[in-house]
Each structure stands twice: as structure tokens, then as C-alpha cells.
């Protein structure tokens, strides 16, 4: 009989969520279809298991959050019993088999029925929406078009309202925004590709991710509504994205801790705010960490379309270097790698070094 047992902490966004987790608590979710970043963050964030008031995987569009999830070792799963999200905030709380308990009294109270995600559960789904991908495509095509043409307009008035400046000219900057895998691509990109003395600037989130492997932002730009009071107050020159309606409730976060920021008026995404101040600073080349990228990435974001997005890269053009994805390159190389050396150690004895025959490999020297 499968058993779970542990805190609930319950939010209904799910990025205020990941900070108040500790590892082996239960995440209590309202997030439909479970995007790739925010599996990652639960995943970073060791949660036991994962609640979700509403449809972790609903089967109309392509995602791998569940599965990511499911690999991780944490188990999902979907209440079907409507409003006890909130009720279970802090509680301590059982799991067994497909229903849910509170401890109470020296009994246990069945709170929900549960649907538990099995491999075979997440194979169903994933055929379900494959075979929407045609009709979904031309439908998000449609949008985006759309939304672009319809946003062409204020998306140029911003653009040209926008005094220029030179704080960046010549430099090479990163952008980095908190999306799927992230965090590996920056690790690679930092390790293999950018350089050392380049201005970084981290979308809202992304700042936690970029302090955690030694990188300090020198910009924070976004609404603030997922970047730790820490990375605020790191030093980094702080934008708050403001949206075409003029509503700033980053500010709300900045107040709170006592700090001073700028206002950037932006139609689109943070991100796209954040490439639009790099272009108008002067910045010879933009490197792209962690940007939304594909359908998959925005519809689960509930996005139909890309309009802004699409808009900001033609404008950008080659200054884009789009790094989605980089840490596969590295992947595969260490892969083949050690295919080969599994060979070679399975036909001899003695043992082979890793760090030494990868360098030989790569054509370095082997010596340490």
C-alpha cells in the first residue's frame, strides 16, 4: 500500500509556493498543465509530493512538467474534491493509495479522492495532445500574428518613447529569465561561453539562480513577484516592469524592503522588457538564457500567442544569440565520451581516469 505523509503548503501561484517550501513537504497546487520550470522548481525545491487543485496534465496541449516530476521521484497527484486546497495549509497530512487524509483528534478525517499520474496515466496524455499539436499549431500561429499585428502599434510608441542611452554600449550582455532548464544552460553557457566581464542581467526570478552559482546580477528587471528579498538587495541596479495599463505592483516587494528602483515601461513579457533596455543602452550582442521559446512554453504559460515576443526578436535580429537549450551540446559529448571509455574499461582491468581521458579526448593534455 503506497503511503505519503508529510506538511502541506499551500499557494495559487505556484512560484510564491516553491519559497516556502522545505524538503519533504507536500506542495499544494492550483496550476493547470504543470509547466517545465515550474516542475524543475518544485523538483530544486525537494518537495515530497505534489497536490494540484486543478489538472496537472489536462491532455489539450504538449508538456513534460508531470514527467519531469514523475523522474524526479516525486509523486503527482489531482484532487478531485473541490475547495480543500487552502484548508490544508500547514496541516500535517497522509496520502494513501487515492485519498487523502487530516489527522484530527487522534483520527484521521478523508479530506479528497486523488488521481494519482502513473507512467501509463502520463503515456495516455501525451498521445491525447500529440494528436491536438496540428490544430493547436495553427491556432497559435493565428494569435501570435495577430496579437503582433495588434500590438505592433504601442509596441512601437513604447519603443520610440524610449530615450536612448549608453551604459551598455559595445558591452555583450545576458539576459537570464527563469524558464525550462535554465539553470543547466547557464551553468554551461558560464563554464563555456560567455564571457567573464559581460553585464548580466536576470529576469525577476532569475537573479535566485544566477547567486547560486556565482553570478550577481548587475540588473534585476521584472514585476518582483518571485525574486528573493536576498537577490534584491545584492547590489543590482532594480527596473520594475510596468505594463501598458500602468500597473506596477512590484513596487509593493521593492517598499517592502525599504529599497529604490526605476520604472520600465514595456508592452510583452519581462523579458522582453529587459532585451528592449539592452538594445537602447547600446549593447552590441544580447545572449538569450532561459527565454520562452516554442508553443509548448507559452501555451503552458497561458499564453495563445507570442506578439510581443515575436515582435522584440525581429527587431533585435543578430544581437539575439539564443542560448535554449546549450547544455544538451555539452551532454552529448560527455555521453559519447563515456560510451567509449565503458568499452575500453570493459576490455581491460586497470582503471581509466575520467578527468584525464576527457581532456584526451577533447585534445589537452592528460596530466593533471
Not at 485519498?99 to 498521445?127: C, I, N, W
Not at 516587494?253 to 519581462?270: D, H, K, M, P, V
Not at 575500453?344 to 584526451?360: D, L, N, Q, T, V
Request: proline share 3%; glycine share 10%.
Amino acid at each position: 500500500m503506497d503511503k505519503w505523509t508529510g506538511r502541506a503548503k499551500y499557494h495559487e501561484r505556484t512560484k510564491q509556493l516553491v519559497k516556502t517550501i522545505t524538503p519533504g513537504d507536500i506542495a499544494v497546487l492550483s496550476h493547470e498543465d504543470i509547466d517545465a520550470s515550474a516542475a524543475d522548481s518544485l523538483i530544486h525545491a525537494k518537495a515530497g509530493a505534489v497536490l494540484n487543485m486543478k489538472a496537472s496534465m489536462s491532455g489539450s496541449i504538449p508538456q513534460d512538467g508531470v514527467q519531469r516530476l514523475l523522474e524526479g521521484n516525486i509523486p503527482v497527484f489531482d484532487i478531485q474534491t473541490k475547495g480543500v486546497g487552502p484548508c490544508l495549509h500547514e496541516r500535517d497530512i497522509e496520502i494513501i493509495e487515492n485519498r487523502l487524509f487530516l489527522p484530527y483528534s487522534g483520527r484521521f478525517l478523508e479530506m479528497a479522492v486523488l488521481t494519482r499520474y502513473t507512467g501509463k496515466r502520463l503515456v495516455d496524455l501525451q498521445r491525447q495532445a500529440e494528436a491536438k499539436r496540428e490544430h493547436l499549431l495553427a491556432s497559435f500561429i493565428e494569435n501570435s500574428l495577430a496579437c503582433a499585428q495588434n500590438e505592433l502599434t504601442s509596441f512601437l510608441e513604447h519603443w520610440h518613447d524610449w530615450g536612448s542611452g549608453s551604459s551598455l554600449s559595445g558591452r555583450d550582455v545576458c539576459i537570464v529569465i527563469r524558464g525550462a532548464d535554465y539553470m543547466k544552460d547557464l551553468e554551461y553557457a558560464k563554464k563555456n561561453i560567455l564571457p567573464a566581464d559581460m553585464c548580466r542581467i536576470a529576469v525577476d526570478g532569475a537573479a535566485d539562480g544566477m547567486r547560486e552559482i556565482g553570478l550577481c546580477p548587475d540588473y534585476i528587471i521584472g514585476d518582483m513577484d518571485s525574486v528573493s528579498r536576498e537577490s534584491l538587495q545584492c547590489g543590482a541596479r532594480l527596473f520594475v516592469h510596468q505594463g501598458p495599463r500602468g500597473k506596477t505592483p512590484g513596487f509593493d516587494q521593492i517598499n517592502r524592503c525599504n529599497l529604490e528602483a526605476e520604472t520600465i515601461r514595456f508592452i510583452g513579457l519581462s523579458e522582453d522588457a529587459a532585451a528592449a533596455f539592452a538594445l537602447k543602452e547600446g549593447a552590441s550582442r544580447i545572449y538569450m538564457v532561459g527565454g520562452h521559446r516554442d508553443m509548448e512554453e507559452y501555451c503552458c504559460k497561458g499564453r495563445k500567442g507570442m506578439g510581443s515576443s515575436l515582435l522584440m526578436r525581429m527587431l533585435a535580429g543578430s544581437r539575439f544569440i539564443d542560448l535554449k537549450g546549450i547544455h544538451h551540446a555539452g551532454r552529448s559529448r560527455y555521453d559519447k565520451w563515456w560510451k567509449i571509455n565503458e568499452k575500453w574499461r570493459s576490455r581491460y582491468r586497470f582503471p581509466i581516469k575520467g578527468k584525464a581521458a576527457f581532456r584526451r579526448v577533447e585534445g589537452g593534455s592528460s596530466k593533471s
